[in-house]
T-cell receptor, first 115, second 118 residues
Framework: EAGVAQSPRYKIIEKRQSVAFWCNPI?????LYWYQQILGQGPKLLIQ????????DSQLPKDRFSAERLKGVDSTLKIQPAKLEDSAVYLC?????????????FGPGTRLLVL | AQTVTQSQPEMSVQEAETVTLSCTYD???????LFWYKQPPSRQMILVIR??????QNATENRFSVNFQKAAKSFSLKISDSQLGDAAMYFC???????????????FGEGTQLTVNP
């Protein structure tokens, strides 16, 4: 079974530029998450999708971050414009459903450096 | 809001020995789930073990076991017969017992970097 795919793996941009990350969840997984992991910290949820609807985006900085999940499969996370403090690893995770026995499977992450 | 605390930024263990990683959490909920995830240098988070709060029995997965103390809000991970491949960052995580339409975010601790010495 193929795992969660993310691209690109690494990205370096200058502040005020825009960047987009892509995630392809495990086939059949209805729930998709984007987490931000700043160096030396644990991951923090940015947004949760159930199919193509948003369930939780309470910690998403909506003035600069946006995410979409078209057709309930792939998802894109965008930052526009980027700030220095956005340097982090962006992890995508997916699960079959957000129920009692849910297991979240993580992708390899995209490491972003903002200069 | 729930919080998760890992008070040991770094731990080390000799190969074949046993090590225990500590985790405490704060919640007002009665039903929830606790997890330990492993993150090697590749950055891919891998689930190690899960504990349901309503279960009194401590979870075990091969060489990994937990000591779940609900009243004390403590959830430690014991790794027996440590192997070189166990070296990684370990994260404790909390999740509310939500459903499909409610948030099911994982709340992570700060992590414990485990070194295994040969």
């Amino acid at each position: 079974e193929a795992g969660v795919a993310q691209s690109p793996r690494y990205k370096i941009i200058e502040k005020r530029q825009s960047v987009a990350f892509w995630c392809n969840p495990i086939s059949g997984h209805a729930t998709l998450y984007w987490y931000q992991q700043i160096l030396g910290q644990g991951p923090k949820l940015l947004i949760q999708f159930q199919n193509n609807g948003v369930v939780d985006d309470s910690q998403l900085p909506k003035d600069r971050f946006s995410a979409e999940r078209l057709k309930g499969v792939d998802s894109t996370l965008k930052i526009q414009p980027a700030k220095l403090e956005d340097s982090a690893v962006y992890l995508c995770a997916s699960s079959f459903w957000a129920g009692a026995q849910e297991t979240q499977y993580f992708g390899p992450g995209t490491r972003l450096l903002v200069l | 809001a729930q919080t998760v605390t890992q008070s040991q930024p770094e731990m080390s263990v000799q190969e074949a020995e046993t090590v225990t990683l500590s985790c405490t959490y704060d919640t007002s909920e009665s039903d929830y789930y606790l997890f330990w995830y492993k993150q090697p240098p590749s950055r891919q988070m891998i689930l190690v073990i899960r504990q349901e709060a309503y279960k009194q029995q401590n979870a075990t997965e091969n060489r990994f076991s937990v000591n779940f103390q609900k009243a004390a809000k403590s959830f430690s991970l014991k790794i027996s017969d440590s192997q070189l491949g166990d070296a990684a960052m370990y994260f404790c995580a909390y999740r509310s017992a939500g459903g499909e339409t409610s948030g099911s975010r994982l709340t992570f601790g700060e992590g414990t970097q485990l070194t295994v010495n040969p």
